[in-house]
């Protein structure tokens, strides 16, 4: 059951136009139209919409043109809350925009994209904050800002300088939306449990929670308690070795594939609290060894097939 | 003489990057401007978020012509050499003059250069100034190869009103230069024209941009000021907060939010810092100090519900970050701060310092130590000193690193820990820095002290030293509080015995030697105080006099003792006194050096011939007994007084005696008079190293 949700106090638009569902439709259809290959999101767990090899890869290799949009589940185990806290959840959603090369009017193509999902900048005061942005996992890192509106940060604005270590050129522009954020603000809850899933009125009805909480309460349990760490240490040694063996036989998406299920063990790892602070800095490094590794076989491989 | 207006338009500019890239951009095209001959009357810069707007005024319209002599080859000298010289200046053969110097007959040539015409002088030179100019980080973007802190989108370039024809190359593609901008993104989209300066301000201003950031800053402060006013409250004075916000907003809109009653009950310090680091809202006050349930946020717009939304918006997500904050708050106070000691067991303090635990353990023992010497009581320093890094396992301090100890004052009151021990863990951490508070209650003395001690020795013993501007363990932070620490309150110990305390605690592997680290930390420390003590006029060379004798490691006495020598060497007696001791080093020197065997003859009175060595000798006997029983007393006046009594018989020792006696026994004597000056001179201080 959805729980009784202040939807349309916040705003004058019907329910069904503000439902989460209806946010992700409405940020495909949007982006579709400005030229974005909408791609599906990607089938293994990743701690965000960047790890998406229609990012990460993408933003190197040949082409000269990569535009895409895509929603992605990412997790992070470390942000579980057993679904008590109404607003950190280990696995969200992101709406992630990577537009290659950077068009000339991103920043009023992204005030397009909130206009779509009934924020008017008219009625609201959208800013642009300094805020660089680094993984260390992934060797990448841009200069952009967080996006704000009326104070809460709504999108992640980023131009890539490098990723995997190499130099991007062209440069992309990414946008990375934080879906469940937004939606609270849109529906006007103050628990992203609250929020209204399917836009339906009556028993069909399905909110966050509904469909959720029992996987926050549980994936919680299973990040900060019973994940068998040496069983992840283990995992990670082989999805570390499999992907230097894939990077030996040049097969680029493969070894990407183990690098960020290396990526995931860690995050599970960190979260059970077996990783000191000098030795997380080491695996974070590993980590970052293999997504060099796959971008440099990517960049030389992609360019194989193109020629 | 006409004006020259240029504007830099580009994506958000970081607030914290503004106001030096304003200034450096002027200074840069004002350097350019005056290489060129282009002298100006005036120079001002604007900056907003969007732009970086700078004008000159009485800009002549073209350079002076100028007219110079130059020297060619020898009359008769190769053909080839001629050609190049004609060549070289633009004159033809005709037109030189065959010259005489006294060293040659030689051609000379008068070179006219025409003065060029300061439009089209500008392009070059603006486009090297954006080429040359340096951000503190850059960044490219799409195809291009330029680099900028966002990506630049227009450049606006207007001389004597009119634009000026040029353009920036960004490699693949450019950017022409014109005579349009644009105003606030949304209040007014669309590009103008601009015909001069003031033309450009006014225009500006009816598209809802305030092009000044002084006038945004006065508009921010009244407008808060005003808005708080109306609820009989105060504006928290922030002017840090108030310059970022300047750079946030190109059309400030102060608008007064309310906090939930709900999480007024959470320390203010958790609110305030949640407001102003998180969201960049100013705090406001009730007339006596407390911390107001109001908030002031300043948007970049003016909506048609008067900033209802906007409003709204700002307080879900000052409830959200408050509920967060209010979490941590009621999850922290169900556990003991004691209980939280183990915890500490698996943060590292450093890889080759071992745990934050380990160093807990150290700063016990080393606060206890310092208990006698800051006054506090022994049993409550230990305490403190236990507790007082274990607030970084709360959530709250997790979630705000910056309010580390202060969380931990809160959380050990809830736990009925003693008041002092409390406050001790608040201020362990203080000072920060030459304008910090700096604590004055024993315990907290104690613990601040201690916890510095180990933090500088323990680096030091890995040989983790600064180096040039590297600091990344904020070693020259640590030496200054412990400076601060002592001489702010009074606290009397030789820094030798604490240094030495300090690496007796150290229980690590490959720890470099006792001597060694006390030594250089020492020195670290004397260097320290040199660079603080700089500011309140203390020659740093009476520092290193009075610290350079072995035994003075005890920074209350030493200062003291530099106060009184700088006064004294103010005085006549003083300067007059210090030429007689560089004279009587001098002679040392150079007779030590002609006959090493005539030195360090025992002084025997007996020898004395004339009367006024025999007076200096007296003198000197008196005097040194009499200085070292002040100096004992630390009456370093007194002991400065007795000192001033030896001038007369010095000079008169000097203006009558020859030191170099022919007969060796009273020249060997009269050396030793002179070492026993000296030596009665080094207990005052090290002399040689004082400058002047």
Not at chain 2, 153 to 158: A, G, K
Not at chain 2, 216 to 229: N, V, W
Not at chain 2, 276 to 287: D, I, N, S, V, W
Not at chain 2, 482 to 490: K, P, Q, S, T
Request: with cysteine.
């Amino acid at each position: 059951m959805a729980a009784p949700n202040r939807a349309t106090e916040g705003t004058k638009l019907p329910r069904a136009e503000t439902c989460f569902q209806s946010l992700i439709l409405k940020l495909q259809t949007y982006w579709a139209s400005k030229g974005c290959v909408i791609v599906q999101p990607y089938d293994l767990e990743v701690g965000a919409g960047t790890f998406h090899p229609a990012t990460t890869l993408r933003a190197l290799g040949p082409d000269s043109h990569w535009n895409c949009a895509y929603v992605q589940p990412s997790r992070r185990p470390t942000d579980g809350r057993y679904g008590e806290n109404p607003n950190r959840l280990q696995h969200y959603y992101q709406f992630q925009v990577l537009m290659k090369p950077s068009p000339p009017d991103i920043q009023d193509l992204y005030l397009g994209s909130l206009k779509a999902i009934g924020i008017d900048p008219m009625e609201h005061d959208i800013r642009f904050v300094e805020d660089d942005w680094e993984s260390p996992t992934l060797g990448a890192w841009g200069l952009g800002w967080e996006v704000w509106c009326d104070g809460m940060e709504v999108t992640q604005f980023t131009y890539f300088q490098q990723v995997g270590g190499i130099e991007c050129d062209p440069v992309p522009a990414e946008l990375t939306y934080g879906l469940e954020r937004l939606a609270t603000y849109i529906q006007g809850v103050d628990s992203i449990f609250d929020l209204d899933w399917n836009g339906v009125e009556g028993p069909a009805s399905k909110s966050y929670r509904d469909i959720y909480h029992q996987a926050e309460r549980e994936f919680s349990a299973f990040n900060f308690e019973h994940a068998t760490t040496e069983k992840l240490f283990d995992h990670f040694k082989d999805a570390e070795a499999e992907c230097a063996m894939l990077i030996d036989q040049r097969l680029a998406l493969p070894a990407y594939d183990q690098c960020m299920k290396a990526s995931h063990l860690f995050n599970l790892l960190d979260a059970r609290g077996v990783i000191s602070v000098q030795e997380r800095a080491a695996y974070i490094g590993r980590v970052r060894n293999l997504a060099k590794a796959c971008c440099e076989i990517w960049v030389e491989t992609s360019a194989e097939g193109a020629a | 003489m006409a004006e020259l207006l240029i504007e830099l338009f580009s994506e958000e500019i970081p607030a914290r990057m503004q106001a030096r890239a304003a200034a450096d951009l002027e200074k840069d095209l004002a350097s350019r401007l005056t290489d060129q001959g282009l002298a100006f009357t005036d120079a001002r810069t604007y900056v907003t978020p969007r732009r970086i707007a700078v004008v000159f005024d009485g800009v002549p319209e073209r350079q002076e012509d100028v007219r110079e002599e130059k020297r060619g080859p020898r009359v008769g000298a190769p053909e080839k050499a001629l050609e190049g010289f004609l060549k070289g200046n633009g004159v033809a053969k005709d037109q030189l003059e065959e010259r005489d110097t006294g060293k040659g007959v030689f051609y000379f040539a008068v070179v006219e250069t025409k003065g060029r015409d300061t439009r089209e002088i500008l392009p070059a030179l603006l486009t090297d100034a954006i080429e040359a100019f340096g951000w503190p980080k850059s960044m490219r973007w799409a195809t291009h190869g330029f680099r900028w802190v966002r990506p630049l989108r227009s450049i606006l370039c207007l001389f004597d009103g009119k634009k000026v024809d040029g353009a920036l190359s960004l490699g693949d593609a450019e950017i022409p230069f014109g005579d349009t901008t644009e105003g606030h993104r949304f209040l007014a989209p669309g590009r103008f024209q601009v015909t001069s300066f003031a033309d450009y301000a006014e225009k500006l201003r009816a598209a809802k941009v305030v092009l000044d950031p002084a006038e945004r800053r006065a508009l921010i402060q009244d407008g808060a000021a005003a808005l708080a006013a109306d609820k009989g409250l105060l504006l928290k004075a922030d002017p840090g907060l108030l310059t970022e916000v300047t750079g946030l907003v190109e059309w400030p809109v102060p608008l007064l939010g309310t906090i939930d009653a709900a999480f007024m009950d959470v320390p203010p310090e958790v609110l305030t810092t949640s407001m102003r680091e998180h969201q960049k809202y100013f705090a406001l006050e009730t007339a006596d100090g407390r911390l107001a349930p109001h908030f002031v946020v300043v948007a970049n717009m003016e909506t048609a519900d008067n900033g209802a939304t906007i409003l709204a918006g700002n307080e879900k997500v000052l409830r959200a970050r408050l509920s967060d904050a209010k979490f941590f708050w009621d999850q922290d106070r169900a556990q003991a701060l004691e209980t939280r000691l183990g915890a500490l067991d698996v943060i590292t303090f450093h890889e080759k310092l071992g745990t934050l635990r380990e160093k807990v353990e150290r700063v016990r023992l080393l606060a206890r130590g310092l208990a006698e010497a800051t006054g506090a009581d022994p049993v409550k320093a230990d305490r403190a000193a236990e507790l007082a890094k274990a607030d970084l396992t709360t959530g709250m301090v997790g979630e705000f690193p910056e309010l580390q100890g202060l969380m931990g004052r809160y959380y050990a009151l809830n736990d009925g820990q003693d008041p002092d021990v409390a406050d001790a863990i608040a201020d362990h951490y203080a000072p920060q820095g030459p304008s910090d508070a700096c604590p004055s209650k024993p315990v907290s003395v104690a613990v601040a002290l201690a916890d510095k001690l180990d933090t500088l020795v323990g680096f030091f013993a890995i040989d983790e030293k600064p180096t040039g501007s590297r600091d990344p363990f904020a070693l020259r932070r640590a030496a200054l509080g412990i400076i601060r620490l002592m001489v702010e309150n009074g606290v009397r110990l030789s820094l030798a015995t604490a240094i030495e305390n300090a690496w007796d605690k150290l229980d690590i592997t490959g720890k470099a030697a006792r001597d060694k680290v006390t030594g250089e930390v020492i020195a670290f420390i004397g260097d320290r105080l040199k660079v603080a003590m700089r500011d309140k006029g203390v020659r740093h060379d009476l520092i290193a006099a009075v610290m350079s004798q072995g035994g003075v490691d005890d920074l209350v006495l030493v200062l003291k003792r530099v106060d009184a020598l700088q006064a004294f060497l103010a005085g006549e007696a003083g300067a007059n006194l210090l030429t007689a001791y560089k004279r009587a080093a001098n002679i040392l020197r150079i007779e030590g050096e002609k006959t090493p065997d005539a030195m360090g003859a025992a002084l025997a009175p007996g020898l004395f011939d004339q009367d006024e060595e025999k007076a200096l000798g007296r003198a000197l006997a008196e005097a040194r007994g009499e200085i070292a029983a002040a100096l004992e007393e630390e009456d370093f006046s007194g002991a400065m007084s007795i000192f001033a009594g030896l001038r007369s018989p010095v000079d008169a020792f000097f203006d009558e005696v020859k030191v170099n006696a022919d007969e060796a026994v009273i020249r060997a004597n009269r050396l030793a008079l002179l070492s026993e000056l000296v030596r009665t001179m080094q207990q005052i201080a090290e002399f040689s190293v004082i400058e002047g």
